[in-house]
Nanobody, 116 residues
């Protein structure tokens, strides 16, 4: 059974940092693109970072230079290091895998709140 479990969210001041983790099970994470989405209050879910099976990465313009996605295949874990956080980064963050070109297998999400 495919499962993704996010952790590491919390409340942080603007300019602060958080590191999110996504523990994967039930599939070979090394052969799938993995990504982090977020859904701000009242808005659509958006893709913010992708890491491909070979390790290449891609970011939304809104987080480029501030967020870093990485993975440890031996630990079946994907990470999202978030630095220089802004108010607009407040959202529920979700981990997902891409299979046959479609994103899915969503975790339960972890709340990130940037507040002074």
């Amino acid at each position: 059974q495919v499962q993704l479990v996010e952790s590491g969210g919390g409340t942080v001041q603007p300019g602060g940092s958080l590191r999110l983790s996504c523990a994967a099970s039930g599939f070979d994470m090394s052969t799938h693109p993995m990504g982090w989405y977020r859904q701000p209050p009242g808005k659509e879910r958006e893709l913010v970072a992708t890491i491909f099976s070979g390790g290449a990465t891609d970011y939304a313009d809104s987080v480029k230079g501030r967020f870093t996605i990485s993975k440890d295949n031996s630990k079946l874990t994907v990470y999202l290091q978030m630095d220089s956080l802004k108010f607009e980064d407040t959202a529920v963050y979700y981990c997902a895998r891409r299979r046959l070109g479609v994103w899915g297998s969503w975790g339960q999400g972890t709340q990130v709140t940037v507040s002074s």
